[in-house]
């Protein structure tokens, strides 16, 4: 059995690929290999990029792995990332699919 990924000169440093369910690199000449995707949506991280800390962060919503031990150390960024007081929308009704101030003029019996 081969388990040959490919050259090592041909993955130069802050470089990532695909190999098979792997996403494999180069981070300041360590090489790695991390499963290939984002335990937040499932992004490919082989179409993800090495940070300056040298990290491998998702292509989709910056989640950030340390390439030694695969653990995520950063997660989601933009969209996803956690808002704060969001919970707080959700006290009035929690099974209303409307804001709280819809919620009065809701037609489903959950919110009224």
Partial sequence: MDDTIGRAEDLPPGSVTAAGSYAVGNSAGEYFAVGRRCRHLGADLA????????CLVCPWHGAKYDVRTGRMVRGPQGIFRKIPGLGTAFRASPWCCHSPARASRC??????
């Fill in 107 to 112: 037609a489903t019996a959950t919110c009224t």
């Fill in 47 to 54: 179409a993800g990029s090495i940070d300056a800390d040298g």
